[in-house]
């Protein structure tokens, strides 16, 4: 299993520009969600799945998008990338069968906005 | 709703003392508490977690936490550190049922003394 994926690794935009980061599990779970880790405040959730076809706001949503139209994959996209879009991205996934299973991570993908 | 609070953005101690990372939590339900650990340039990995069985919780690398629900605390500590223990830790909390969102504190930066 390769687990959690996330493509690119590094990335910089320009204001303004858009780009989708992309995730995807091998591990075939239901629920999915995108965090941004910022100094000093931990990890902030941005959008979260629990299946596909269904997705939800977690608690800083403005400025992206997702989409669930597989299990396996879970796209953020930024529509126009600001200068506080600057972060490390993380994906996670978990199953939710059972009630108290962990989040895999992925690897990160870091991004600037300049 | 919930909440997590880390005291100390960084802690440093010498190789070999004993490491102690603190973690308060805010619940409206009993919670199920986790504690992360981020090396250099990853992504977060799981330590340990507490699911309402025993509230000593024994993790991974030598690490344990203790539920104490009278203090809503869920402090992380380790005997004897190591230079590999070197990291960011994260403490993360969600609710025990039909919610698979995790809130994260702002994370303790360890620093091992040689």
């Known amino acids: 299993n390769a687990g959690v994926t996330q493509t690119p690794k590094f990335q910089v935009l320009k204001t303004g520009q858009s780009m989708t980061l992309q995730c995807a599990q091998d591990m075939n779970h239901e629920y999915m969600s995108w965090y941004r880790q910022d100094p000093g405040m931990g990890l902030r959730l941005i959008h979260y799945s629990v299946g596909a076809g269904i997705t939800d706001q977690g608690e800083v949503p403005n400025g992206y998008n997702v989409s669930r139209s597989t299990t396996e994959d879970f796209p953020l996209r930024l529509l126009s990338a600001a200068p506080s879009q600057t972060s490390v991205y993380f994906c996670?996934?978990?199953?939710?069968?059972?009630?108290?299973?962990?989040?895999?991570f992925g690897p990160g993908t870091r991004l600037t906005v300049l | 709703a919930q909440s997590v609070t880390q005291l100390g953005s960084h802690v440093s101690v010498s190789e070999g003392a004993l490491v102690l990372l603190r973690c308060n939590y805010s619940s409206s339900v009993p919670p199920y508490l986790f504690w992360y650990v981020q090396y250099p340039n990853q992504g977060l990995q799981l330590l340990l977690k507490y699911t309402s069985a025993a509230t000593l919780v024994k993790g991974i690398n030598g690490f344990e936490a203790e539920f104490k629900k009278s203090e809503t605390s869920f402090h992380l500590t380790k005997p004897s550190a190591h230079m590999s223990d070197a990291a960011e830790y994260f403490c993360a909390v969600r609710l025990n049922f039909g919610n698979e969102k995790l809130t994260f504190g702002t994370g303790t930066r360890l620093t091992i003394i040689p």
């Open positions: 996670a996934s978990t199953s939710v069968a059972g009630s108290y299973n962990e989040q895999f």
